[in-house]
């Protein structure tokens, strides 16, 4: 069974502040990826990655950072929160067959910035 | 690009009722269709996925088959439960896609008993 977690859960932080969201996954799958999902949007690609050492932008990758320092984790960083910011965040790992890729999600972490 | 499209943002129903998620997609190749769907204060999950033209998915009494011709894929279900309660999304993959999956903006389900 696929297990990605993430950390923390909840986070309620500052605007201007630092904050990092990290994702763990032991599936041992070659990609990682950052979503947001807010009402009326659906998830949202902000940052990939195909590997330890590499990242991707997506589709909404201004203002975040991305670090995936070894196949099992892959962090998420906004070096200066903003209150548009506030979300929810999920990561997913997953690989690619021959015809398709698959994502295994994690349960999300909440974040308010004030 | 790659895009999916659901028509219906919120779908409310009574238990029993027959229920119909309308999902189109556009793709430059020949993709893999999915229906995922996310439980309160879960990640989402994949329900099920279909490769071909006239493949039928299915899982937990929900069904979408694949029109390649109409290119949709709506999800149905004969009888929905309350727990069936849920935000389902349809996504696509292809080969030219990078590893990535293009997700509709997804489908609220609210069944009441």
Known sequence: EAAVTQSPRNKVAVTGGKVTLS??????????????QD???????????????????????????????????????????????????????????????????????RLTVL | ?????????????????????????????YPTLFWYVQYPGEGPQLLFRASRDKEKGSSRGFEATYDKGTTSFHLRKASVQESDSAVYYCALSDRGSNNRIFFGDGTQLVVKP
């Open chain 2, 1 to 29: 690009g790659d895009s999916v499209t659901q028509t219906e943002g919120q779908v409310a129903l009574s238990e029993e009722d027959f229920l119909t998620i309308h999902c189109n997609y556009s793709a430059s190749g």
């Open chain 1, 39 to 109: 009402t009326g949007h659906g998830l949202r690609l902000i940052h990939y990655s195909y590997g330890a050492g590499s990242t991707e932008k997506g589709d909404i990758p201004d203002g975040y950072k991305a670090s995936r320092p070894s196949q099992e984790n892959f962090s998420l960083i906004l070096e200066l929160a903003t209150p548009s910011q506030t979300s929810v965040y999920f990561c997913a790992s997953g690989d690619a067959g021959p015809d398709y890729a698959e994502q295994f999600f994690g349960p999300g972490t």
């Open chain 1, 23 to 36: 994702c763990n996954q032991t599936n041992n799958h070659n990609n990682m990826y950052w979503y947001r």
